[in-house]
């Protein structure tokens, strides 16, 4: 596949990093993570192959969910750092060729915000049309409401004026009336803004939750930000947060045109990959796959085991969810909400290193750009004592000690303890160990990056003659790449027909083992040990497998 392309469309096969500054690293001393620490840290992510890192929001906010309630789009949270230390950080990355992407949080504002206070301060307000207000709370499906530990309403009294507000979220969290049309061109500026300073685009908070009641529902508002994009920046991208069944969710690319969202989060294949591991048996997941619409041409599916959130597992059936729950959260502190997890995957996997390795090997083989949460490259584990949703958001361990602050910690969860702690789970240490799940997940990104057609390319899910396996090929512009992964802690025979290969031609280990030869029909049999994990490039015997990917050429 000829590189040419792929670095033009840069997101489908991107590899992005989702952190968040107060918890990377401390530069100051004053035990909060800020952009000086993540910037001295930027080689790191370098090493890795982190091709674009997305920013959770650094925004000032009072803090009440974990900054996604901002009262000031245009500076940086000034525990975090200063304009300067931002445009610092976005040079220093794009230096090592990072892209950098941020968190757009505009479905609503913290109610501290100097818009909502104005609104609220009178009915005839400049500002009042820039909520939602009526008089009478609206109808609604208690179903709707996100937070049912918090809220039991989606609409909220304000004493002042006598009318209620809308909150899709917390009630201290407003939504923007995005119908509005100075919401939406103050939206434009603060995109605008930061594409100035360096972003690359954005990760939409909450897409499905925009504002309604206008004709064309979101998708208008979203064609409007993404034409806006492409006039100042035809390679800037919006990464959206569209929790929806397929059907549905592919409306968000925008109904086949491509000009919405540029990629969405694959939330379906998402949760059957859980259900796959509970169940040692990937069909779950193989069914998603083949169920998956394709995405429009410049569109992409964004790949990834888990978020900042709760593991979700709202679309399973509640059968489904518990075995989940039964093999990977059973005690009820670890689910939160009745549909999902506040655990990181290692201890999800009691720490077994080698099946750790078979999911970070499936989640970079499926077809699409992947995700990480920070941490996921060392195995970071959680912290159960920390409320709700916040368990996952634990300090980055860069050494034995901790190495995130050389002051006392001061971040919102404290730092993991026990057989997940710093101690045994650190950058340092893994650096150093040829078989760490750091060094792992560093080779496969180098592999996924060399191997274009697993994002780009038309993808088959394969019979793979044993029921513990996942095969699937990915073809792209005369170039073949099949990935083979044993979910079970057994042996696996393996027999695969490969159709349309060129005769003879081998199959080409990129992993660690030998090449295979594919014998009449395009059949190959191997044998796999428990956990284990293939990938094969397609070649003429000979060949050079980088070759065997230009070939169409
Ligand atoms: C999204 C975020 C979540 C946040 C919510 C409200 O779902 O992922 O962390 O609490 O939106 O902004
Ligand atoms: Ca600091």
């Not at 993404?226 to 919006?238: C, E, K, Q, Y």
């Not at 569109?299 to 679309?315: C, G, I, P, S, V």
């Not at 019979?463 to 005369?478: K, P, S, T, Y």
């Amino acid at each position: 596949m000829r590189l040419t392309y792929t670095g033009d469309l840069w997101w489908k096969n991107a590899v992005v990093y989702c952190l968040d500054v107060e918890t990377y690293k401390d530069g100051n001393g004053d035990g909060i993570g800020d952009f000086r620490g993540l910037t001295q840290q930027i080689d790191h992510l370098d090493r890795l192959g982190v091709t674009c890192i997305w920013l959770m929001p650094f925004f000032p906010t009072p803090g009440r969910d974990d900054g996604y309630d901002i009262t000031d789009y245009y500076s940086v949270d000034p525990r975090l750092g200063t304009l300067g230390d931002f445009v610092e950080f976005v040079r220093t990355a794009r230096d090592r060729g990072i892209r950098v992407i941020a968190d757009l949080v505009v479905n609503h504002t913290s109610d501290e915000h100097p818009w909502f206070k104005e609104s609220r301060s009178s009915r005839d307000s400049a500002k009042r049309d820039w909520y939602v207000w009526r008089d009478e709370p609206e109808p609604f499906d208690p179903k709707a409401i996100v937070f049912p530990d918090e809220e039991d309403s989606l609409w909220e009294l304000d004493e002042g004026t006598g009318q209620y507000y809308y909150h899709s979220f917390y009630r201290f969290q407003p939504d923007l009336n995005t119908a509005n049309p100075e919401v939406r061109d103050e939206i434009a500026r603060i995109l605008g803004f930061w594409m100035e300073l360096g972003l690359s685009g954005f990760r939409v908070d909450a897409v499905p939750f925009l504002i309604e009641d206008i004709d064309g529902g979101p998708h208008e508002f979203l064609a409007d930000l993404r034409a806006f994009m492409n006039r100042r920046d035809g390679t800037s991208i919006l990464l959206g947060e569209v929790n929806l069944p397929y059907p549905e969710l592919t409306e968000y690319f925008g109904d086949g045109n491509g000009d919405e969202v540029t990629m969405c989060f694959d939330f379906v294949a998402m949760q059957r990959f859980h259900l796959s591991m509970a169940r040692k048996n990937p069909k779950a997941l193989a069914e998603a796959l083949r169920e998956r619409p394709k995405a429009p041409d410049d569109a992409q599916w964004a790949m990834f085991m888990r978020n900042h959130d709760e593991l979700t597992l709202d679309k399973l059936t509640e059968a489904e969810k518990h075995e989940v729950f039964d093999a990977f959260g059973p005690d009820k502190d670890m689910q939160l909400f009745d549909r999902g997890l506040r655990r990181r995957v290692p201890p999800m996997l009691g720490g077994d290193l080698s099946r750790l390795k078979l999911a970070y090997s499936v989640l970079f083989s499926l077809p699409g750009t992947p995700v990480l949460f920070y941490g996921e490259e060392i195995g970071l584990g959680e912290n159960l004592e920390a409320k709700g949703r916040m368990a996952v958001r634990v300090p980055m361990q860069w050494a034995p000690s901790g190495g995130f602050s050389r002051g006392e910690v001061r971040t919102p969860v404290p730092p993991v303890t026990g057989e997940f702690g710093p101690r045994h789970v650190n950058v340092e240490d893994q650096r150093r160990d040829p078989d760490s799940l750091l060094h792992w997940v560093t080779m496969l990104i180098e592999r996924y990056r060399e191997c274009p057609e697993l994002a780009w390319g038309d993808y088959d899910v394969l019979d793979a003659g044993d029921e513990a396996v996942l095969a699937h090929r990915a073809d792209a512009e005369g170039g073949t790449v099949v990935a083979v992964h044993n979910f079970a802690d057994r042996e696996a025979e393996v027999e695969l027909v490969l159709e349309g290969l060129g005769d003879p031609c081998v199959l080409v280990d990129l992993l660690v083992d030998g090449t295979l030869d594919v014998g009449p029909g395009g059949r190959a049999g191997f044998t796999m040990g428990p956990y284990g994990c293939r990938w094969f490039r397609v070649a003429e015997p000979d060949e050079f497998p980088e070759d065997a990917s230009a070939k169409g050429h």
